[in-house]
């Protein structure tokens, strides 16, 4: 009976100690994520808010602030959508590799898809801007799906799931 104890006890203490280091993992990428994007998004990431809303078709990527009246932050967001939309109808997704890095799921299939095959388009909503990613191939969709999810990941407090 005591071995059984001192067992539940130490296999206790192993699992708090691997989930104490995976938060800590966690948050040192969080860091590092929110540090590179100081570099390539031009809006403050506390003023603001990433929402990435899946859809059947693909998904829509939304930026606004968290105060309406905040228009220099509303006018950061939209200049920076509206490269970034430039920048991937062309097949270029420098920026987000900057930020999230090479190996982000769904970067690769986003970057090799033909224009055919994947409609990105950019538009204002209110308090900042949107970018909705369109495509009939599945293989794309679920693609999306992965680069948002990874999206939500790496961006933390500032960004989420919109269902």
Known sequence: MMQKLWMVLICGYLASVHLV???QANQTRLAEVAKRGQKVMPFDLDKTRHRFSKNNRGGIQQ?????????????????????????FQQGRFADPIKIHGHSMPGIKELQQAKPADLAIKYQYIKGGGQISYVSSHPPLIKAIHRWFDAQVSDHGRHAGHHQ
């Not at 968290?66 to 970034?84: F, V």
Request: no cysteine; glycine share 4%; aromatic share 8%.
């Open 21 to 23: 280091e995976a938060q």
């Open 63 to 87: 930026v606004f602030v968290l105060r309406n009246d905040d228009y220099e932050q509303i006018g950061l967001i939209r200049r920076h959508l509206k490269k970034i939309t430039d920048d």
